[in-house]
């Protein structure tokens, strides 16, 4: 069997859990040297309900108050009741996972979320040390070589690599946040940088701002940058312009650009258009017999469709004559003035 990854001596625990709530629990430091080692990011270990168990949480608070307290002064005088004053540190974790010695056949296994809530009293350790880089090293062995995306190193810890799946981490939602000027742009780069390094690197940077186009230039740019086309890109488009198509422009997108705001008839100007659109993309769903897409699409919906059926239809509203009484020709529901 492999040896455990967690290595604590007797005395080694920095404190005891006073109160547990859900997720989070509320330690007691046994001594205010130990409270000197810590601060907020670092990764303890505590007690489980098992020999074999160990709940991983994070620090998310320290806090110390002093105490006032009293004691009795013995001398040969008097005995004198005096003041004293002590400090009580408190650490508030959230728990973020589970680490067990053994688990059925397999051994020196975590996954993240808590199993159990930790009981009063259990004793609590600070991950720090050769303790960190073997639990770092867990966390990455069943990455495979390719995923392997190396984010850097433990903020306490230098010595301990931090290293994520890059496959599963652009796939889910993160954030990175901090205030001007922190190094968040930088940050970007860097994992930008080092994804090109796994064996599948499909990642589309939107750079509102071409904070990232020097990662396209020069001999060691790694990227492919392109832009949206502009009315000066028509007649000689450079390389790396995209003409997007004009069914992927939304309803309020395409009024924008033909309609007058102004004009007393805009509104069913509007609504005319509209109709046209949303009757067009219905008979392209129609005819490629899309009928699952067809009872949920909006006149929205990114569907290609014929933009000279569009100003047909358009034209048409313009010059299409109505039958009065009589049978004579008057002016058209819709037709221009």
């Known amino acids: 069997m492999s040896r455990p990854i967690f290595v604590f001596d007797d005395g080694e625990d920095i404190g005891s859990v006073v109160a547990v709530d859900t997720s989070r629990v509320a330690i007691e430091v046994s001594d205010p040297e130990h409270a000197s080692r810590l601060c907020v990011g ?6 489980g309900s098992t ?3 160990l709940l991983i949480g994070m620090v998310e608070r320290l806090t110390r108050s002093a105490k ?5 002064d013995h001398d040969e005088d008097n005995n004198e009741i005096g003041e004293t ?5 408190l650490i508030r974790a959230v728990l973020i996972g589970t680490y067990r010695t053994v688990h059925g056949d397999a051994t020196n296994t975590f ?4 199993d159990s809530f930790p009981q009063i009293g259990r004793e609590c350790y600070l991950i720090d040390g050769h303790n960190l880089q073997m639990f770092m090293g867990l966390l990455a062995a069943d990455i495979p070589v390719e995923s392997q995306l190396r984010l850097g190193h433990f903020v306490n810890d230098p010595t301990a690599l931090a290293i994520a799946c890059g496959d599963k981490l652009f796939q889910r939602h993160a954030a990175i946040l901090g ?9 970007v780069a860097l994992l930008l940088e080092r994804a090109k390094q796994l064996k599948y690197p499909n990642i589309i940077v939107l750079d ?10 020069g001999e060691g740019n790694f990227a492919q940058g392109f832009r949206v086309a502009g009315p000066g890109d028509l007649r000689a488009p450079a390389d790396g312009v995209l003409f997007l198509p ?3 422009l939304n309803r309020e997108e395409m009024l924008s650009m033909i309609l007058d705001r102004s004009d007393q008839n805009a509104p069913n100007q509007a609504s005319r258009f509209t109709a046209h659109v949303r009757a067009l993309k219905g008979e392209r769903l129609s005819a490629e017999g899309k009928n699952d897409v067809q009872n949920t699409f909006t006149v929205d919906s990114p569907i290609p469709y014929a933009i000279n059926d569009l100003l047909n239809l358009l034209e048409k509203d313009d010059k299409q004559k109505s039958t009065g009484s009589g049978g004579r020709e008057i002016k058209g529901e819709w037709e221009e003035s």
Not at 208 to 217: D, I
């Open 111 to 114: 996954k993240r979320g808590a």
């Open 42 to 47: 670092n990764l303890l270990a505590i007690r």
């Open 85 to 89: 004053t002590r400090f009580e540190d």
């Open 208 to 217: 509102m701002h071409g904070e990232y186009s020097p990662l396209t230039q």
């Open 68 to 72: 006032d307290g009293v004691h009795l």
């Open 51 to 53: 020999q074999h168990e």
């Open 246 to 248: 004009y069914w992927l």
């Open 179 to 187: 205030s001007t000027g922190s190094g968040k742009s930088w940050a």
